[in-house]
Each structure stands twice: as C-alpha cells, then as structure tokens.
C-alpha cells in the first residue's frame, strides 16, 4: 500500500470584492497493488503546511505497516487509477470510452483535432 499526499482546489468564501477564495487543500491517498484507491481526511494548505503534511504521509505509512490501520475500513473509496487492473475490473475503463464516444459524436467540427 502506497500512502502519498495529493491535492485539490476547494473555494474557501468570497473575499470582500465579491471574488472567490480558491486554496490548495492537501489529503491522503491510499493506492494498493491492483489500484485501488482510499482518500482520507484533509490535512493542511498545501503551500502554508508543507512540512506538516510531510509529517502525516509519515504518520499514516507508520500506522499502517506497524499497527495495521486498515484504510479500506477508515478511509473513503475513490477512482481507481488510470490504467490500473482495479480500473478495468470497476468498469470505468467501459465508462470512460463511452464518453470519448459521446464528446466526438456531440462536439462541433471545429473543436475535433
């Protein structure tokens, strides 16, 4: 099991001119052999907390391979990884070439390249 910090952008309010506060927000992901794929917890801006969440990737690999956390139990399940046996098995290999299929069948001739 691959435990490694990954992040997203989340709209945190509106700042006083009316415009969108967008942060960075990192969390853990889980990726085992087949891929497979947990997400837990945020655990801290990604620009302002560097070392800090350096520090929980540490803690979870240690939690994990020293006093058995079970992620699958403790954490949320999320999209297999591209590519991965776990994203042929789930499916999302059949779904994904659907939409290809359907953003060719439905996109204007000048957006086709």
Same mark, same amino acid.
């Given at each position: ?39 837990? #917890?945020?655990?801290? !801006?990604?620009?302002? /907390?560097?070392? !800090?969440?350096? #520090?929980?990737?540490?803690? $979870? ?20 990884? !591209?590519?991965?046996? $776990? ?14 299929? #359907? /953003?060719?069948? !439905? ?7």
């Amino acid at each position: 099991m691959r435990i490694e910090a990954v992040s997203d952008l989340v709209e945190e309010g509106i700042t006083e001119d009316g415009e969108k506060i967008i942060r960075e927000v990192s969390y853990l992901m889980a990726t085992d052999s087949s891929g497979y794929r947990w997400v837990g #917890k945020p655990v801290g !801006y990604t620009r302002e /907390d560097p070392e !800090y969440i350096a #520090k929980q990737v540490e803690i $979870a690999e240690r939690a994990y391979q020293y006093h058995g956390f079970d992620v699958t139990a403790e954490w949320t399940p999320w999209f297999p990884m !591209y590519g991965s046996d $776990a994203y042929v098995e789930s499916g999302q290999e059949a779904a994904y070439a659907y939409m290809e299929r #359907k /953003d060719e069948r !439905y996109a204007p001739a000048s957006m086709m390249f």
